[in-house]
């Protein structure tokens, strides 16, 4: 396969401070007006501001092997990346638009000209200029190395047709040899057993990937009020209530009860079982570090137009429990059981001994999750939650976000735990409106 040349967009770079490195042994080309654009984020105390200097670091350390003007090795395997120093004079047809966008597409243009058989691909996150790269016949593409697709993500559970007698040993047993002819497992995947012959007779199972079996789901008591209202409910609450898995990830749609099973979980082990310190919870602010500023008051007043979908979820736990009348999350903070925190904070520290509910966490980028999760200390869980259709983040879609790639790399994992809640259980309105709108 012939080498292919690559010239990025800023917004790539900014989204994926190493996609550089993403593009195996084929060249790269940065225009000099991506690197003017990069300088201009350099400032910028948010997620995009550390990316562009991260890169300007980068590509500085690369002159020390060579002149960037005529392409400087990336190392082994990978190809050169450019910034050529020049721009010429390649009439676009094109007069109204973005300067700085048809400088770039100047670029891309110039080297399809010059390159001969050499495949030239513009890649970008902005779909207008894709289509305008497209027009004047540059191929264009998504910058899609950390894009999952949607359609593929892994569900976290799975159906097994077995026979009656297999069933009957696992609810006597409350554990049964992972059979043979279920390959493809994960670990803490849950299995619906399911009797062949009699569709009826049904067992819920999680996969213990240290003893190769799959252990029973049993019944378990109302937690703050709350018992699962279906299956995907109850693997829900199995993962989020095991000390052993740490890293847990909910997917589903609006009203399937994710963030609702996160917060109750979380109230039994702060507050009633003491087996973390106390429960922090942070949402994404879109843009992520930045808005709140331009809102009045102190952190918690900021913060609180973004966090109120969480406290509805506390004072509705809260008013089913003995501590009814009692304004729910008040109460907690005052007792320091709940922190709530902009994520803008979260860079730097270690949180050890907590239990942290990242809610809404398909508005974040992969390079962000990466962020929170090596945050965690020792003795910490982590639970993020979100709805990879419902992405407010214009930097991600519902197959680049950084909680559908969490997802992927963590499912082979022992640490780890997923459930794709399926079924709304908010009302039947909601449940509806979810269908069809």
């Not at 721009?87 to 676009?92: I, K």
């Not at 082990?269 to 009045?296: S, T």
Request: charged letters at 25%; aromatic letters at 6%; proline letters at 5%.
């Amino acid at each position: 396969m012939s080498k292919k040349i690559f010239v990025l967009d800023t917004n790539v770079l900014l989204h994926d401070p190493k996609a550089l490195l993403k593009f195996k042994a084929n060249d790269v080309y940065v225009p000099i007006v991506v690197i003017e654009e990069i300088d201009n984020f350099k400032k910028d105390m948010n997620e995009i501001g550390r990316n562009a200097r991260y890169v300007s670091r980068f590509l500085d350390a690369l002159r020390e092997r060579g002149k960037l003007c005529d392409g400087v090795p990336l190392g082994e395997g990978l190809g050169k990346v450019f910034i050529p120093l020049t721009r010429e004079a390649v009439d676009l047809g094109v007069t109204v638009g973005n300067r700085a966008d048809n400088e770039i597409l100047k670029i891309a243009v110039d080297l399809t000209k010059k390159m001969g058989d050499k495949v030239v691909v513009f890649v970008t996150k902005d779909t207008n200029l894709r289509i305008k790269a497209d027009a004047l016949g540059v191929p264009a593409e998504d910058y899609e190395n950390d894009k999952i697709m949607l359609e593929d993500l892994y569900s976290g559970s799975a159906d097994y047709y077995t026979t009656g007698s297999a069933i009957s040993q696992i609810y006597d047993k409350d554990e049964m040899p992972l059979p043979e002819d279920l390959v493809g497992i994960f670990p803490n995947e849950f299995v619906t057993l399911i009797n062949s012959e009699n569709p009826k007779q049904t067992a819920l199972a999680r996969y213990n990937s240290v003893m190769k079996s799959l252990d029973r789901l049993t019944d378990m008591e109302p937690i703050w009020g709350i018992t699962p209202r279906n299956k995907e409910q109850t693997f829900a609450l199995n993962i989020l209530l095991d000390p052993n898995i740490s890293l847990v990830t909910l997917v589903g749609k609006a009203g399937t009860g994710k963030t609702l099973l996160a917060i109750a979980a979380g109230l039994l082990q702060v507050a009633d079982k003491r087996i973390y310190d106390r429960m922090l919870i942070a949402r994404p602010v879109i843009p992520m570090g930045k808005d709140l500023g331009y809102l009045p008051g102190d952190v918690g007043e900021k913060m609180r137009p973004w966090m109120q979908p969480i406290f509805d979820n506390l004072d509705f736990l809260i008013s089913g429990s003995e501590m009814a009348g009692v304004p729910g999350y008040q109460e907690l903070i005052t007792q320091k059981i709940l922190h709530v925190e902009p994520l803008t904070y979260i860079r730097g520290r270690s949180i050890p001994r907590q239990y942290m509910v990242i809610d809404e966490a398909q508005n974040l980028t992969p390079h962000e999750v990466k962020t929170i999760i090596t945050r965690a200390g020792e003795g910490t869980k982590v639970v993020l939650t979100g709805d990879p259709y419902q992405i407010d983040n214009p930097y991600v879609d519902s197959n680049s976000n950084g909680l559908s790639y969490l997802v992927e790399h963590f499912k082979e994992q022992g640490v780890a735990g997923h459930v794709t809640l399926k079924k709304g259980e908010r009302s039947a309105l909601a449940e509806l409106a979810a269908k069809l709108l």
